[in-house]
């Protein structure tokens, strides 16, 4: 069984915790991963695009000219595609790129990315971040203290208001309540930061 260490805010050790091995100890599966992340990014899509057809673009009621005798081709309406102005084919229309996929598959991916943090050494748990009241300056010193550099996602309780909103302004940190957790927040960031309490919470659900 995997271990990690725990730290606290100052970035000192202060014990270990033990990682469960069907979260944290499988053997990444790449395209349920690839699955869970297209399929969330592909509901962030509102899907409002629309285009006119021919029969939806103003104007063009009347025939341009007569079908015979003038020597050129024949035309219905000057909305027709081929014509400046005219109606779109095949173009889009409002619709849902919702995807489906299975609860049993949305589980694998996160263990799967769970695992791969662990694998590349980019997990971290924190015993607990501690803040009395918000502070974006605490907040940046523990970074720094715990040496996290570039993008890290935080994985922080639901009700843990004073972290939010001591991270929520800076734009290299990602914070995910445990209650939201997914496999793209997991993966979307260099490191992944989890509490004691997320930590027990996420074992809970994905085990």
């Given amino acids: 069984m995997a271990t990690i260490d725990i730290k606290d805010a100052k970035g000192e050790k202060t014990g270990t915790a033990e990682l469960n091995p069907s979260v944290f100890g499988i053997e990444p599966n790449v395209p349920v991963m690839h699955l869970a992340v297209r399929a969330q990014r592909a509901s962030w899509r509102q899907g409002t695009h629309d285009t006119k057809t021919r029969g939806e673009v103003r104007g063009g009621g009347k025939k341009p000219w007569r079908q015979k005798g003038t020597g050129r081709a024949r035309q219905g309406t000057i909305r027709a595609p081929q014509w400046a102005g005219g109606g779109t084919v095949f173009g889009p229309h409002p619709r849902s790129y919702e995807m489906k996929v299975n609860k ?3 589980k694998l991916a996160m263990r ?12 971290m748990v924190v015993a607990d971040w501690n803040f009395e009241k918000p502070c974006t300056k605490d907040a940046v010193a523990a970074l720094k203290a715990l040496g996290i550099e570039g993008r890290a996602t935080l994985v922080i309780g639901n009700e843990d208001i004073n972290t939010y909103k001591s991270f929520r302004n800076i734009p290299t940190v990602t914070i995910v ?7 793209y927040d997991f993966l979307d960031n260099k490191t992944l930061v989890l509490t004691e309490s997320t930590l027990a919470r996420i074992e809970e659900v994905l085990a």
Avoid: F, G, H, R
């Fill in 112 to 123: 799967s990315a769970l695992s791969a943090k662990l694998a590349d050494n980019q997990l």
């Fill in 104 to 106: 049993k598959e949305i």
């Fill in 177 to 183: 309540p445990v209650c939201m957790i997914n496999t």
